[in-house]
């Protein structure tokens, strides 16, 4: 089975300034979905950022990009600019990339807070 | 974009109270949904997978006969808590995906108390 990992349950970065977090996962398959989800106070699961394992380039969106080492199993997120909505849980997820209803499996989440 | 829409988002009851929670796609058609409950200040704890007209696929340790759940269309994904206790409350957020290799996307979640 899938497992991911986040070592960082929590961190935190001055407004302005960037921050990265940490993720790791274990799988055996090549061909699979990455992904960081932001969950503020508000508990709603808000999609950060996606990336298919079959790309090289890092998956960009805005102030948010992540570090996608496939022979390392590591993906990390870093968020430049941080602004102090940027306070949330962050959760770093893995989906297999084959027919069947596989779900997202989710790390334990890093807790990041942003300092004014 | 997608939405789904999770009713209701917040529910307080008695102890041994029945409680049913709604997941709806509303722009696109779901096969597929996920529920999941999630702890105070934990991560998302997959709790079973539906595919519409079939059974649910449970998790191990979840309790298919107190956790009941029916995909009974393409849209609309229920949960019911069939006498909830104390230590049912929790937060139950549900998922859902258009095709295999489509994003899944989440409602809002549900903050069940049971007192």
């Known amino acids: 089975a899938q497992t991911v990992t986040q070592s960082q349950p929590e961190m935190s970065v001055q407004e302005a300034e960037t921050v990265t977090l940490s993720c790791t996962y274990d799988?055996?398959?090549?061909?699979?979905?990455l992904f960081w989800y932001k969950q503020p106070p508000s508990r709603q699961m808000i999609l950060v950022i996606r990336q298919e394992a079959y790309k090289q380039q890092n998956a960009t969106e805005n102030r948010f990009s992540v570090n996608f080492q496939k022979a390392a199993k590591s993906f990390s997120l870093k968020i430049s600019d941080s602004q102090l909505g940027d306070a949330a849980m962050y959760f770093c997820?893995?989906?297999?990339?084959?027919?069947?209803?596989?779900?997202?499996?989710f790390g334990k989440g890093t807790r990041l807070s942003v300092i004014a | 974009g997608a939405v789904v829409s999770q009713h209701p988002s917040r529910v307080i009851c008695k102890s041994g109270t029945s409680v049913k929670i709604e997941c709806r796609s509303l722009?696109?058609?779901?096969?597929?949904m996920f529920w999941y409950r999630q702890f105070p200040k934990k991560s998302l704890m997959l709790m079973a997978t539906s595919n519409e007209g079939s059974k649910a696929t449970y998790e191990q340790g979840v309790e298919k006969d107190k956790f009941l759940i029916n995909h009974a269309s393409l849209t609309l994904s229920t949960l019911t808590v069939t006498s909830a206790h104390p230590e049912d409350s929790s937060f139950y957020i549900c998922?859902?995906?258009?095709?295999?290799?489509?994003?899944?996307?989440f409602g809002d979640g549900t903050r069940l108390s049971i007192l």
């Open positions: 799988t055996s398959e090549s061909d699979y979905y």
């Open positions: 997820a893995y989906r297999s990339f084959s027919s069947g209803n596989t779900p997202l499996v």
């Open positions: 998922s859902a995906r258009g095709g295999v290799n489509q994003p899944q996307h």
């Open positions: 722009d696109f058609q779901a096969t597929t």
